[in-house]
């Protein structure tokens, strides 16, 4: 509930845990085992910033937060929990809701082009090598640097096939680039296709500033992104939070400490955005965290314990609650003292021991206070919902999106012949050069041989000729005369040198 200026999240006997709304960007984290209620406290959370003015985009990966978008019903749960907590103020009510499917079916298409993605993202998708990603970030430079737009996966891997076939002539400006990456790139992607990424990719880009919207009565929309398919993927599901994160941090502008946030990002199974993660890149995110909440930006991270978010995040979250959790191995009691060591102590209880202990429903909390430190730990029971428990169904779901100013917005793909309409038109034009360059070989070598072979008939004809002449010249009378000659005087000179002999030796 919002009361007072105040995000009311939860109650004791003695005293109530507020969120002030100027500390809300100071970010937030959300754990519990499975079934104790963090579906719940997120409903709350959500309404409350809704009905306060704040924009906010949650993931639903179970698919049970549709029912914000229908005013809630009295039940005997609800109606006890009322009495209970003495919410004199409490009003069921329905809130502004978008939703959004990167499959398309159950919410607003959400695209983005590949190149927008970029490649560190896209390499966490692919789960590249750093090696493999350094390769990748040269396809990108080379898309950029000779103005390729690269709007789908077929783009990339047209642009990834033409680089590889012509690498020696990009080694020496860009860097090495193996085939053996390469081919794990494009077997990634083709990976990637089958999860249903191609819906992803593509044009029309998703407006960020379409999730911080308000309506005429000035609640911020609850932006509901349907994931149950998505997470059947977490490596899409991950990557794809971590490009709205960095979307975010890039895009908007800087805005000080204000009076509330622009917009409130509930990040469900946040374990997955950090499994494996190399340092690196830990680095980078976690310096957006740092540094997103003066862009006016409030982060919620919700898992099942605390140990799953890395100590260098879990630091940046100051706003907590814990419902409970489970210890039966020695990792899991790990766990819970993590947990219990995160607070600050309370003199009237054992965190340890009331966080094995809580009731669904039941949080230990401790929020910021005016001064933006935090409060100790206290022990209090979640709000109900003001919107209705459970699913919506499909019916209503595809009103509420018909409805929308948005409809009709992003459901139409785009299909741009770009980066893989260039890159084939200039493999078919070197395809067609070397056609030519063959043809004009074959040319070549054709007149090359049709000279031999008139030069090979020419010296044929010409000794033929020579012999024919020859043969006439001897059968000619001439000849015969002339060889009589030749042939008397040959006898005559003969018989001269043997006289001339003979007398020598019988002087």
Request: aromatic share 8%; glycine share 6%.
């Amino acid at each position: 509930m919002y009361l007072n200026g105040k995000i009311l999240v939860g109650k004791n006997k003695e005293s109530d845990a507020n969120i002030i709304l100027s500390q809300a960007n100071r970010h937030g984290l959300i754990t519990g085992a499975s079934g104790t209620g963090k579906t719940t406290t997120v409903k709350v959370l959500a309404e409350s910033f809704s009905r306060a003015g704040v924009p906010v985009f949650v993931s639903d990966v179970k698919g049970d937060l549709s029912g914000c978008a229908k005013k809630g019903e009295a039940s005997e749960g609800i109606i006890k929990r009322i009495q209970d907590l003495e919410l004199s103020e409490f009003d069921y009510h329905e809130f502004p809701t978008r939703f959004w499917d990167l499959y398309q079916n159950h919410g607003h298409a959400i695209r983005v082009s590949i190149y927008d993605v970029g490649a560190s993202i896209l390499a966490m998708m692919l789960g590249l090598s750093e090696a493999q990603e350094g390769v990748l970030n040269i396809i990108y430079r080379i898309a950029h640097d000779e103005e390729k737009k690269i709007y789908e996966i077929s783009d990339l891997r047209m642009l990834l096939q033409y680089v590889g076939e012509h690498r020696s002539e990009y080694t020496l400006k860009y860097g090495n680039i193996t085939t053996q990456s390469i081919g794990v790139i494009q077997r990634s992607l083709l990976a990637l296709e089958d999860q249903g990424a191609d819906n992803f990719f593509g044009l029309p880009s998703f407006d960020i500033n379409d999730f911080l919207k308000t309506n005429t009565d000035g609640y911020g929309y609850i932006n509901i992104l349907h994931a149950v398919e998505l997470f059947n993927s977490p490596d899409l599901y991950s990557a794809f939070l971590l490009y709205l994160l960095t979307k975010l941090y890039n895009d908007m502008p800087e805005v000080g400490d204000l009076d509330k946030p622009k917009v409130v990002f509930f990040f469900d199974e946040a374990h997955l955005l950090f499994n494996n993660m190399p340092d690196y890149r830990l680095k980078y995110i976690t310096q957006i965290v740092k540094l997103i909440r003066s862009k006016g930006i409030g982060l919620y991270f919700i898992s099942q314990a605390p140990s799953d978010i890395p100590n260098e995040i879990l630091s940046q979250l100051s706003n907590r609650i814990q419902h409970a959790l489970r210890a039966y191995t020695s990792s899991e009691q790990k766990s819970v003292k993590v947990a219990a060591d995160s607070f600050r102590v309370n003199p009237e209880f054992k965190t340890y021991d009331e966080i094995l202990n809580l009731k669904t429903g039941e949080a230990l909390v401790s929020f910021l206070n005016v001064s933006g430190e935090p409060e100790i730990v206290n022990k209090v029971t979640i709000l109900p919902p003001e919107s209705m428990m459970g699913v919506i169904g499909e019916i209503e779901r595809t009103r509420i999106i018909n409805n929308s100013e948005l409809c009709g917005k992003y459901e139409e793909k785009i299909i741009k012949e770009d980066a893989a309409h260039l890159v084939l038109q200039k493999i078919n034009e070197e395809e067609q050069q070397k056609k030519e360059e063959l043809e004009r070989q074959k040319e070549e070598q054709k007149a090359l041989l049709e000279k031999q072979k008139e030069e090979a008939r020419i010296k044929r004809e010409e000794e033929k000729k020579k012999k024919e002449d020859e043969k006439k010249l001897k059968s000619s009378v001439g000849y015969k005369l002339g060889k009589k000659v030749v042939n008397k005087t040959v006898d005559k000179a003969i018989n001269k040198g043997l006289n001339s002999i003979m007398k020598n030796l019988f002087k």
